[in-house]
């Protein structure tokens, strides 16, 4: 029996569907698996290369799966559909995935250690408890609005009117509607102290990591974004140079170029959506102060607003400040300011 070199492994809750293949593309076998079943399949088996898909739980497998001698690869959903043949199944699926992990050219996802989960799941856990907040803040001045009472857009304008609004000389509020009210300015101020709660959480993981320090000396990062990076790719290893790294947050021009035709356009706003996002409103800042500064990364910002206007410099800045995240990463380097 030729000995099996490369593995696709169809990831589900219970049922897991592999594909196994020799050197040239060879099918060795293909096994339906269940979820007790896989880690002493993959413990008698040799040491192969592993290929899964970057999707739920694929992390823990990962780390599971390497214990026994393997090599795991984690590849991102949208490269395996292009490998796909005939209909989609977990058979087809896991020869897909088998296929595509063999290409050279392949980009594959940085895998997480048990640590990075723990950090990403607070960042997670975080910006779901702001988007609860907003909703409530929206909430609440809907439904003033239909009260006759408008307040300005933001949540600070919400605390600073909500408990005057809540007193009985208010008599545009009905007494039912103000116990409701109160009822949901209760609940805003626990999601505050929850917020808070966990960027203390936060700041105590930024001080404990000398990565996330080094990260924060690059203007426009905080401990937010530190420690969310360090979350999302630990070390700059998996990428070549800084430009992959910078695409693969989605902050490269999209193309449509053929022959001497080159057609850029916006970002591609590809990979974590939230580091994006953390890396474009840190640069904010940096872009609203350059003007005042003298030094030549100031001068550089400033003329890209002048010429591509305050939002495309904002994205130039966190396209630059990933950059220089990959090379403090990659080589272990401090941060050297701009003179």
């Not at 809907?142 to 809540?166: C, D």
């Not at 009822?183 to 626990?190: I, P």
């Not at 959480?201 to 924060?216: D, M, P, V, Y």
């Amino acid at each position: 029996m030729p000995r099996t070199s490369v593995v696709g492994l169809d990831t589900a809750k219970n049922v897991f569907q592999l594909h196994g293949a020799d050197r040239e593309g060879r099918l060795t076998f293909k096994r339906r698996l269940r979820r007790g079943q896989l880690t002493d399949f993959f413990a008698n088996l040799p040491s192969c290369v592993i290929g899964l898909e970057a999707t739920q739980g694929a992390h823990h497998w990962a780390r599971v799966l390497e214990t026994f001698g393997h090599t795991v690869r984690l590849i991102a959903p949208q490269f395996v559909k292009p490998y796909l043949q005939s209909q989609k199944n977990d058979a087809n699926d896991a020869a897909a995935i088998c296929e595509a992990v063999s290409r050279p050219q392949m980009r594959f996802v940085p895998k997480k250690t048990v640590e990075q989960q723990d950090l990403q799941a607070l960042h997670r856990i975080r910006s779901r408890l702001i988007g609860s907040r907003t909703q409530i803040g929206n909430q609440i001045r809907g439904l003033l609005a239909e009260y006759g009472i408008v307040l300005p857009q933001h949540l600070i304008q919400v605390r600073r009117a909500l408990p005057q609004l809540i007193e009985e000389k208010e008599t545009r509020l009905s007494d039912f509607a103000k116990r409701l009210f109160s009822n949901l300015y209760e609940e805003l101020q626990a999601l505050d102290q929850r917020i808070l709660a966990m960027e203390a959480e936060i700041n105590q993981a930024f001080q404990q990591n000398t990565l996330c320090q080094r990260i924060a000396e690059v203007e426009g990062i905080g401990p937010v974004t530190a420690t969310a990076v360090v979350a999302a790719i630990s070390n700059g290893n998996t990428f070549h140079n800084g430009r992959q790294f910078a695409a693969w947050l989605g902050l490269v021009p999209r193309q449509n170029s053929s022959g001497d035709k080159q057609r850029l356009s916006g970002i591609t706003k590809r990979g974590d959506c939230y580091l994006r996002t953390l890396l474009v409103h840190g640069s904010r800042s940096v872009v609203f102060r350059a003007s005042k500064k003298d030094d030549a990364r100031s001068k550089w910002i400033t003329e890209k607003q002048k010429k591509l206007g305050t939002a495309k410099a904002c994205v130039a800045v966190a396209n630059k400040n990933a950059r220089i995240i990959w090379a403090l990463l990659a080589h272990d380097e401090p941060y050297r300011r701009a003179a």
